[in-house]
């Protein structure tokens, strides 16, 4: 009888907590911080409000300009906020979940008239720069823009290329070429420094991969830039991904934990001690494919690949001092490829092995001295190796004959201090010390050959920026920014300049203009060749330079919807070239390695076109981002002709858009769809010589008038949808892309079959699905 009425006493409690559960609202918790947007002080007082809920839900921020809201329902809401002698900010449609807290970091302008003067006449949204120096050919993006844009993997680049004058060539990799330029020139920076190529499966001197390292669990908003950076960018031509970690959660623990195609995936995140405001937050990844083919069970064919990393980023901030961060990103990656090739008309079984190994991790101070002035100072060390090797089977057993180990590691320091000196003048200036160290080993264990080079040179950096706004609807950015390479001792002046002018309310132009330069791959300055029986480096070579121009125009057709267009020139110019019998050869047409042959410094190239971005941003449950560009991309080697780079494909355009539904009982759930649909012009070749080619027994193009010819037209339809699922305090999604689904054969490269006689087409693999199971609490 006791045991009984114990049974029933149970079952009465698991009932009624599974409905009270259900009964239970599903509500977060939303907070975060009002800051100005150029010192970075805390705005007491300002007023913030969720104007989706009804009655709306206000509160001001305390004397430090934090907000806190409880029991937000879930959902998409619209966040408003005010101060007395600031432009309104306006937050759209950001999505409340059950599983994780909402902590936003908010900036606000300040308006340059006096305060009884002040007509707010705009409102700052998402979209704009979170590097408030960056005028023109800039924009932000966030964590949920990478994840939520169709077939992006989580993927910062592949997400790039909804956006103007950003082209791909590849449906497997994720290398993007700006605006014609070659992807070398692309800049990655991480919470202030340079980190090294942040993609798996990477080659040296590559600025692509396979799969992102970096986790949409650890990115907050970050910046993108395509031309005409501000003054603080350096060692960058065509473009930068200015990436900034968020904070953990300094309250409470929450995890994630993600199972996917790509890969295997926890995240944890939370406060060190309850009750202070130091936190941590970590996410490690494993490959998927790594661990089902690590059973015997191949997926992929003769070819395995794997990868794992890691992200972390530790805040401990003092009552005195400023606040310390330790934050980093590292990965593996790995491929083997067995084949079967002949010699001598003997068949025999090789294996080749790659691999790219990368990290980078750093310590940060920041400090205020006043409401107005603000330093930071990073340290950090990184570096990247690339790994190959040739094995033979012999006896059962592969056999090592040659190997290959190429390594970049670097040490750098790097300091900025911003002041704002008044509502109209704020100044900006920093320094930036590279130690840079190449290291090459190469054996060959049937000739017993082996080879070792280390060599070390370093790269400084400056600037100096000032912000000035005549008034609220005209804006001048100026700056100058200084580069010595200690290596040939060279240095290189580069003045920067961007302005801004609101004409109307719905009209604004921008122009910015300025000098910028890029150092090539190490190993190009450093590695040791053999010309006329010299042995020679490429040590005297400077850094590649371009002059960049751009202007613009945005019009607002309505609250929610805006016209972008934007007209660009570039000049590039010290571009190395050969100098012996290549008179075709640039670096302006590489996109990875190093080079071992004499250069010199006389290449030019030039890169022009017009950009359309038509960007409707999240609201009524749908966006659309549309953009159109026309380009040409060109460059001139030692034969003095100007002809087509690589990379010059002609045309982009893409259309990018999604749509949310709120669905269940309550509304509470989510589901959503999202397309994208890409296409440009090919990537470009040089012609075959097809009677040379049988002569000679190899491959012989013409480089007379440079890359006339052009692969196939680059189409892709991607599609996405997702589920959400609300729970109590926890949520899980359920998400399924489709790369390319149309499975059109996209065009990877061509090879000349010399039997045949004929050019034969390689192809992309075709249709590509992802599928991903995530669950927050």
Not at 33 to 57: C, F, K, M
Not at 84 to 92: A, C, T, V
Not at 275 to 295: D, F, H, M, P, Q
Not at 625 to 649: A, I, K, P, Q
Request: charged share 20%; aromatic share 12%; glycine share 8%.
């Amino acid at each position: 009888m006791i045991i009984r009425n114990k049974f029933i006493f149970a079952f009465l409690c698991f009932w009624v907590c599974i409905n009270s559960a259900r009964a239970q609202e599903l509500v977060q918790t939303v907070r975060g911080r009002v800051i100005d947007a150029e010192s970075r002080a805390g705005l007491p007082g300002a007023t913030v409000a969720i104007t989706t809920l009804n009655p709306v839900a206000g509160t001001a921020t305390d004397i430090d300009g934090y907000f806190r809201f409880e029991k937000i329902p879930v959902g998409r809401h619209d966040i408003k906020v005010n101060y007395m002698g600031y432009k309104e900010q306006f937050l759209s449609q950001v999505l409340v979940g059950s599983g994780k807290e909402i902590v936003l970091e908010i900036m606000l302008e300040e308006t340059v008239k006096k305060l009884e003067e002040v007509v707010i006449s705009g409102t700052s949204e998402n979209g704009e720069a979170v590097n408030e120096m960056a005028v023109i050919s800039a924009r932000s993006f966030s964590v949920e823009q990478t994840g939520k844009f169709a077939a992006t993997g989580d993927d910062p680049a592949r997400m790039a290329l909804s956006f103007a004058g950003v082209s791909t060539q590849d449906d497997l990799f994720n290398e993007i070429v700006i605006r014609g330029n070659s992807p070398r020139g692309l800049l990655w920076k991480l919470e202030g420094v340079e980190i090294p190529n942040p993609n798996h499966l990477s080659q040296e001197g590559g600025n692509g991969g396979a799969v992102s390292m970096l986790s949409n669990n650890v990115l907050g908003a970050s910046d993108f830039l395509t031309g005409a950076f501000p003054a603080e960018y350096g060692n960058a031509s065509s473009g930068v991904f200015d990436l900034r970690m968020k904070k953990g959660n300094n309250e409470k623990r929450e995890y994630a934990i993600q199972l996917g195609t790509l890969g295997l995936e926890a995240a944890v995140e939370g406060p060190f001690v309850k009750g202070k405001k130091s936190s941590y937050l970590i996410n490690y990844r494993y490959s998927t494919l790594a661990v089902i083919e690590a059973t015997g069970y191949k997926i992929t064919g003769d070819i395995r690949i794997g990868f794992q990393d890691i992200n972390y980023n530790f805040f401990f901030p003092t009552k005195k001092a400023g606040a310390f961060t330790v934050f980093g990103v590292g990965g593996l990656s790995w491929s083997k490829l067995d084949d079967q090739n002949t010699y001598n008309k003997i068949p025999y079984n090789e294996r080749n092995l790659s691999g790219y190994n990368m990290g980078a991790t750093g310590l940060t101070h920041t400090f205020s001295f006043n409401d107005k002035t603000w330093i930071k100072t990073v340290v950090s060390a990184s570096g990247y190796q690339v790994s190959n090797s040739w094995n033979v089977e012999e006896n059962g057993q592969y056999k090592e004959y040659w190997k290959q180990n190429v390594s970049n590691y670097y040490y750098r320091a790097a300091t900025q201090i911003n002041s704002k000196l008044n509502a109209k003048n704020s100044l900006r200036g920093g320094a930036l010390f590279n130690v840079l160290n190449f290291l090459k080993l190469e054996e060959n264990v049937y000739w017993q050959t082996q080879y070792r080079y280390l060599g070390t040179t370093s790269f400084t950096q400056a600037y100096l920026q000032w912000k000035h706004r005549f008034t609220e609807q005209l804006s001048l950015v100026s700056g100058m920014h200084f580069s010595y390479f200690a290596l040939n001792k060279s240095a290189y002046p580069e003045p920067r300049l961007g302005l801004t002018w609101q004409a109307a309310p719905r009209h604004m132009f921008s122009i910015g203009a300025g000098l910028h330069s890029r150092l090539e791959p190490l190993g190009t300055y450093l590695i040791p060749f053999t010309y006329k029986k010299d042995t020679l480096t490429n040590s005297h070579l400077t850094l590649t330079r371009a002059f960049h121009a751009v202007a613009g125009h945005t019009t607002k057709l309505s609250k929610t919807l805006t016209l972008k267009t934007e007209i660009y020139f570039q000049y590039l110019f010290n571009v190395p070239i050969d100098v012996k019998g290549k008179k075709y050869y640039s670096t302006i047409n590489e996109d990875d390695s190093y080079q071992s042959e004499l250069l010199q410094n006389n290449g030019h190239g030039k890169n022009y076109g017009i950009e359309l971005t038509l960007d409707k941003r999240l609201a009524g449950k749908w966006y659309l981002l549309s953009t159109v560009s026309l380009y040409e991309s060109l460059y001139m080697g030692r034969n003095g002709v100007w002809g087509s780079t690589r990379f010059n494909g002609n045309f982009i355009t893409n259309l990018t858009a999604g749509k949310d539904f709120a669905v269940g009982k309550k509304k509470n759930d989510l589901f959503s769809v999202n397309m994208r649909l890409f296409w440009a012009g090919g990537r470009r070749y040089a012609p075959y010589d097809i009677e040379q080619s049988i002569e000679d027994g190899d491959e012989v193009r013409i480089y007379k008038n440079g890359y006339t010819d052009r692969a196939s037209n680059f189409f892709r339809l991607d599609a996405g949808i997702s589920f959400r699922k609300n729970k109590p305090r926890w949520a899980w999604i359920i998400k399924l892309d489709i790369q390319n689904v149309t499975n059109r054969p996209n065009e990877v490269t061509r090879r000349l079959d010399i039997d045949k006689q004929e050019v034969r087409t390689i192809s992309h693999l075709g249709m590509l699905p992802a599928l991903k199971y995530r669950v927050e609490f």
